[in-house]
């Protein structure tokens, strides 16, 4: 079945605030892509500025938390792009080990499944 031009138009506009969204996220991305922080913080701002006149209300609220955590974000650049993020997903593999082991007694077996997170991509499973 094809569309008729007045039908693809529609669909088009319809779809329009769906691509929008999805070209910003790809364009904040980047940010993290930048040499320094100087030019991250050029390609947060004119991200932020982007996003407060697409039209999207969802993406101008997101824009009005990134300019309020604007430092906490650009913070990347002067540690070299250290995150946080492995040590975080690691406390919660933590967390999910601990509550499935609730009742427990046997610390020592804990420590030993804690370490052995490490080993496998799928330890909390089964």
């Known amino acids: 079945m094809l569309l008729n031009p007045e039908s693809l138009e529609e669909a088009l506009k319809l779809n329009e605030p769906l691509a929008t969204a999805y070209y910003m996220k790809e364009e904040l991305r980047n940010i993290w892509f ?3 922080k100087i030019s991250a913080q050029k390609a947060l701002e004119e991200w932020i500025r982007k996003a407060e006149v697409s039209g999207i209300n969802m993406l101008k ?15 990347y650049f002067d540690f070299d792009g250290l995150s946080t993020g492995p040590l975080e997903g690691t406390n919660n593999k933590i967390k999910t080990l601990h509550k499935m082991a609730y009742g427990f007694r046997d610390t020592e077996f804990f420590k030993l499944k804690i370490m052995a997170l490490h080993e496998s991509k799928y330890s909390l499973v089964g």
């Open 61 to 75: 609220q997101f824009a009005k938390t990134l300019a309020s955590h604007r430092s906490g974000v650009l913070a």
């Open 34 to 36: 930048q040499l320094d």
